[in-house]
């Protein structure tokens, strides 16, 4: 984290500041107009790409509704999160079953609420599809290196270019459509390579499959595209490459559409790109603390009122910028941040990484902790010692008014 507030020419982040300074209690704010904005600077870079919004990002149900209103779909990865999806007004083709790990019951109940599309990356999966889901689209997830990302997403999920040509297969032979290919080349990817490994794998599988007769009609190019306003577990600045990677994007949907026999429709399931900017989070100071170690070296120590169980979960890969409206200038100490819990996990950047705290903060005083919009309701705990997931509020969004939710 960096005491500094988040450079202006990011983003237009007034609204969410006047909500953080009007807040007088802990909460998350999301900028409904922010998310919005963000939604259509994608769309316009790669236009015609369809979006579903992964909505394990940002579970809320006034961001994806405002999302849906924009035209948005949703990647699920349960029968719940359809269900909620459903709620939004979307039509269940709109919604894709993302996850390839499903149990029969999961699969037979999406089926039911209306979901045709489903991943898969296994030929034990596909057998359960076609048992529970008979006559369903199936798109094979390839794997990627994660090479690159912040949380690579590797090793659980997707096959080697040769299975997806042996599930894609046999996916036909069982009464499927095999309708197409999907990749996540790692979650805040902060390479524009990652992109083009993943499109040299698409083409080769694409290649496979026409030989054998099969003529994908989608491919999915999954998440990964980075939140800009984070730092790095030091401190620094992340600063990804965003523009060379929607170049890449679109000169690697042209080679595959040159590759393909068929014509192709491609989707996009981001899910940090979209939110991570636009909320925030107002916290206040639990305690400020200078101890000594063991090895008789001293440490200050910074307690938030949230931490890893309730809303800063990604702090072991990352920082936020945090800003202390009440202390813009003064001295500083360098603290190792930590939550409130007792619990030692709750704590972050242990071996460097100290962050920038003004001296004069006290107890309660409010803290402000940008860019944290993505993953901070799903990853919350139900109460972690006690501590209750935060409180959110929505800000725009359209009707004029701020929506107030408990957990979401
Ligand atoms: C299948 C799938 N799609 C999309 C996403 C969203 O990824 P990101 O937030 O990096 O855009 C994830 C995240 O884990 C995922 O598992």
């Known amino acids: 984290m960096h005491t500094e507030p988040p450079r202006a020419d990011e983003h237009d982040r007034g609204a969410l500041r ?31 790409v369809a979006v579903r919004f992964a909505m394990k990002a940002c579970p809320v149900d006034e961001v994806m509704e405002h999302l849906a209103a924009l035209g948005s779909g949703f990647d699920a990865a349960s029968p719940q999160e359809i269900a909620q999806a459903l709620r939004t007004g979307v039509p269940p083709e709109l919604i894709h079953y993302g996850n390839t790990i499903k149990s029969d019951r999961n699969i037979a109940e999406a089926y039911r609420l209306g979901v045709r599309d489903f991943a898969t990356d296994s030929l034990e999966d596909v057998a359960a599809i076609a048992e529970h889901a008979p006559g369903a689209r199936v798109f094979c997830r390839i794997a990627t290196t994660g090479e690159g990302a912040l949380w690579g997403l ?20 069982a009464g499927l459509v095999p309708s197409g290919l999907s990749v996540h080349v790692g979650s805040q990817q902060m390479t524009a390579e990652a992109w083009t490994a993943a499109v040299d794998a698409l083409a080769a599988v694409l290649e496979a499959l026409n030989w054998r007769g099969i003529t994908p009609t989608r491919i999915n190019l999954g998440g990964g595209l980075p939140a800009l306003g984070v730092l790095d577990r030091g401190g620094r600045p992340l600063d990804p490459p965003l523009d060379k990677m929607f170049v890449v994007i679109r000169e690697g949907m042209e080679r595959l559409r040159a590759v393909n026999t068929g014509p192709l429709e491609f989707l996009l399931e981001p899910g940090r790109h979209l939110v991570a900017d636009h909320g925030a989070i107002r916290a206040h100071v639990s305690r400020l603390t200078s101890r000594h170690r063991l090895d008789g070296t001293r440490e200050d120590w910074l307690y938030l009122s949230c931490g890893k169980f309730n809303g800063l979960y990604e702090m072991d890969q990352l920082q936020y910028r945090l800003e202390f409206p009440a202390h813009p200038g003064g001295q500083f100490v360098n603290a190792v941040v930590a939550g409130p819990t007792c619990d030692s996990d709750d704590a972050y950047a242990q071996d460097g990484g100290r962050v920038r705290v003004p001296r004069a903060v006290r107890s309660g005083d409010p803290v402000w902790i940008h860019s944290c919009g993505a993953y901070a309701t799903a ?14 509020t929505c800000i725009g969004g359209g009707d004029g008014r701020d929506h107030h939710g408990g957990t979401a």
Not at 379 to 391: E, I, S
């Open 18 to 48: 006047a909500a953080l300074a009007d807040g007088t209690d802990d909460r998350i704010i999301y900028d409904l107009d922010g998310i919005g904005r963000q939604y259509a600077a994608l769309r316009a870079e790669l236009p015609g």
């Open 154 to 173: 590797s090793h659980k999920f997707g096959c080697s270019p040769e299975d997806a040509v042996r599930v894609l297969d046999a996916a036909r032979t």
């Open 379 to 392: 990853y919350a705990t139900r109460g972690f010692n006690g501590f209750a997931p935060l409180p959110y």
